[in-house]
């Protein structure tokens, strides 16, 4: 049974740091394609960030390319998401998805798994 379990979310003033964890199992994620999303209040979910288990080729969105990092840890089994330069903007539920497919895709509707979510506020 495949689990994504996020953690790493909290409180912090604008122009700070949070770094998220995404700690999986239940399979061997070297083929997936693992991402971040994350869902503002009345606003659609959206993607953030993704990498490329296996070969460790990272995509992010415009709004964050600059401040937040993605990367996967092989023995450890989890991707982070280290954001920096925080904006009230970047205010939202963040949420970890796998793609076995193993290719990139926008929608989060092409994702086979997702974590419960670790909520990120950033206060002005």
């Known amino acids: 049974q495949v689990q994504l379990v996020e953690s790493g979310g909290g409180l912090v003033q604008a122009g700070g740091s949070l770094r998220l964890s995404c700690a999986a199992s239940?399979?061997?994620?070297?083929?997936?394609?693992m991402a971040w999303f994350r869902q503002a209040p009345g606003k659609e979910r959206e993607f953030v960030a993704g990498?490329?288990?296996?070969?460790?080729?990272?995509l992010y969105a415009d709004s964050v390319k600059g401040r937040f990092t993605i990367s996967r840890d092989n023995a450890k089994n989890t991707v982070y998401l280290q954001m920096n330069s925080l904006k009230p903007e970047d205010t939202a539920a963040y949420y970890c998805?796998?793609?076995?497919?193993?290719?990139?895709?926008?929608?989060?509707?092409?994702?086979?798994?997702w974590g419960q979510g670790t909520q990120v506020t950033v206060s002005s």
């Open positions: 990498v490329k288990w296996g070969e460790g080729s990272t």
């Open positions: 998805a796998a793609r076995s497919a193993g290719t990139f895709r926008l929608g989060g509707t092409s994702y086979d798994y």
């Open positions: 239940g399979r061997t994620f070297s083929g997936y394609f």
